[in-house]
């Protein structure tokens, strides 16, 4: 009973501030980081010392110095409020794979972040945090605060069937947040895991068998189940009222969204966060953008100087403070993604995420024959705006060598295509002091997920033999 009533409380508030001024919502945030930061100076040394001689009753929150992750590894039992979350009884719990899923002492999601932000983590998250997030899922789905709503119940229609593909041979998010949604969410839609690490030919068996309405998951697995639906591999009928598809975890290229719409007749929805905060920003039905939770999160981008850029402008990286959750207290905790915002929605009281480059496994260290360090993210410049790419990825393949790997969209100019991306590489390689390092593109029937995450990642560097 106590989680349907975290739902409704957090369904009541999140509804509340969709009809918010822009002005309100910003006094609700600034209301809930200091009352964060105060809930920090209370429960953590680490903080008093960290933010010795910050006054959080009045001062900026770009006074507030910013948390990196390797800080918080450093000092994560002075950070937590409850010593039973301290790193070693995380890492102890986690370490017994029969309690993948279950609730820490009733209390406590924990799940293992993936590593794209940085070494791997055992993190915490309240429960009503939890209920917070799945709120969010439910209620921001729609062009219009005025429909948006809680799906009804389906007295005379059978309940959606949804899939999540969730990375199953690890305490992973995605498995986590599937396994504690509240009991309630059973009466509205019906939810199917399969793991996404298993072989692709029992994946597509068991998508074929259950015949889902929704899809979850890794935008490049939406972009592989798409093309296998082209391909004749798979039969799926989504409906086209109700289905739809949600897709985070990896980037949603311009070739993903074009090969489900052609397969499956829908629009794919994008999501953004990790897994230390859960939710940053979402799409909503009828919108293009990603739109931050800013009532739930304040989420900067910021220079190299951790200084706030304007709109439009391409972050150094990000900043996120979460504040719904307790159990570990974030105060503008660095993403080394690199953002860039747009303007409120017309809607909505919300701020526009147009641009998302990330993470920090996309550094590579070349040697031809000095060291040079080349950041993927420009590699990722050179596909924003292409569509005539089902999808794609870079791999280090020497010490001097980089290719790329790449499936066109069909009708595409593969010529014209592998020109183009090849002449774009060596620009982006010379531009960064990469004269050296040699350069190849090529066209391949399928790309490998990561065998630990079932994800298809966009780079792939080779592991600096100097570190």
């Not at 915490?124 to 709120?135: Q, R, Y």
């Not at 949603?252 to 629009?267: H, M, N, Q, S, V």
């Not at 950041?375 to 280090?396: P, Y």
């Not at 183009?420 to 960064?432: F, K, P, T, V, Y």
């Amino acid at each position: 009973m106590s989680r349907l009533l975290n739902l409704l409380r957090a369904s009541r508030a999140v509804k509340k501030a969709h009809f918010m001024s822009r002005a309100d919502v910003l006094r609700l945030q600034e209301r809930r980081w200091r009352a964060m930061a105060r809930y920090a100076l209370e429960v953590s040394p680490f903080y008093r010392r960290h933010l010795a001689g910050v006054d959080v009753g009045r001062c900026q929150i770009t006074d507030i110095p910013p948390l990196t992750k390797e800080l918080l590894v450093e000092n994560w039992d002075e950070m937590v409020p409850d010593k039973r979350l301290r790193r070693a009884a995380l890492e102890a719990f986690l370490n017994e794979p029969q309690n993948w899923g279950k609730l820490l002492h009733g209390r406590w999601m924990v799940s293992m972040t993936s590593g794209t932000t940085g070494a791997a983590l055992a993190i915490p998250h309240d429960i009503a945090a939890v209920d917070w997030g799945h709120a969010c899922q439910n209620l921001r789905n729609s062009a219009s605060p005025h429909s948006a709503s809680q799906p009804p119940l389906p007295l005379f229609r059978r309940r959606l069937k949804a899939i999540a593909f969730v990375t199953a041979t690890a305490p992973s998010i995605s498995a986590a947040m599937l396994a504690t949604r509240p009991w309630v969410g059973e009466l509205f839609c019906g939810y199917h895991k399969i793991n996404v690490t298993s072989p692709w030919h029992e994946i597509l068996q068991e998508v074929q068998r259950i015949q889902p309405d929704v899809l979850m998951g890794y935008a490049s697995v939406m972009g592989r189940l798409a093309q296998s639906q082209l391909n004749g591999e798979l039969n799926l009928q989504l409906p086209q009222d109700r289905g739809c598809i949600w897709a985070g975890g990896d980037a949603l290229t311009p070739g993903i969204r074009d090969l489900c719409r052609r397969a499956f007749g829908l629009e794919v929805f994008n999501m953004y966060g990790c897994g230390e905060t859960l939710g940053i920003a979402r799409q909503w039905r009828g919108m293009e953008h990603l739109h931050s939770h800013d009532d739930m999160m304040v989420f900067e981008a910021v220079d190299a100087a951790d200084q706030p850029v304007p709109d439009g402008v391409l972050s150094d990286h990000a900043l996120a403070t979460p504040l719904i959750n307790k159990a570990l207290p974030l105060l503008r905790y660095r993403i080394n993604d690199r953002v860039s915002f747009g303007p409120v929605h017309e809607h909505w009281p919300f701020k526009r995420v147009e641009q998302i480059y990330g993470r920090s496994t996309m550094t590579y260290v070349f040697k031809a024959p000095e060291r040079r360090v080349f950041v993927g993210t420009r590699f990722l410049f050179v596909m924003e705006h292409r569509s005539d790419m089902a999808a794609f990825q870079f791999r280090q393949t020497a010490a001097d060598a980089v290719e790329c790997l790449l499936i066109p969209k069909p009708g595409a100019d593969e010529a014209t295509l592998l020109h183009e991306l090849l002449a774009a590489m060596r620009s982006s390689l010379d531009e960064s002091g990469c004269q050296g390092v040699k350069c190849t593109a090529r066209i391949v029937a399928q790309l490998v997920p990561s065998l630990r995450t079932g994800k298809v990642e966009q780079n792939v560097p080779l592991p600096d033999e100097t570190e």
